[in-house]
């Protein structure tokens, strides 16, 4: 099944940045709307931003004006670059189709904010 990769979480203090990343070895990622999504311990999958083939993007409440979802397609790769983190914002992110995820769900990576 196609799946995507995730990676560039961490640990972050409050107010800081992250960029993760997206990527897959054996498809283009550029016949794709992609969707980064999150979840939070107890909390549902939730999407948190897309962009289309054409480069339109679209962000969730909450991250808008402090997240920028963006895409390389030189590099198969799509970005999610995280400015001013809160501690809300913790949890697994993932990648996949947008906006509803149709590939299989990989392994994600996890984001802690936190002092």
């Known amino acids: 099944q196609l799946q995507l990769v995730e990676s560039g979480g961490g640990l972050v203090q409050p107010g800081g940045s992250l960029r993760l990343s997206c990527t897959a070895s054996?498809?283009?990622?550029?016949?794709?709307?992609i969707g980064w999504f999150r979840q939070a311990p107890g909390n549902e999958r939730e999407g948190v931003a897309c962009i289309t083939t054409s480069g339109a993007t679209n962000y969730a409440r909450g991250v808008e004006g402090r997240f920028t979802i963006s895409r390389d397609n030189a590099k198969n790769t799509v970005y999610l670059q995280m400015n001013s983190l809160k501690p809300e914002d913790t949890a697994v992110y993932y990648c996949?189709?947008?906006?509803?995820?149709?590939?299989?769900w990989g392994q994600g990576t996890q984001v802690t904010v936190s002092s």
């Open positions: 054996e498809f283009a990622l550029d016949n794709y709307a």
């Open positions: 996949n189709t947008g906006p509803v995820g149709v590939f299989q």
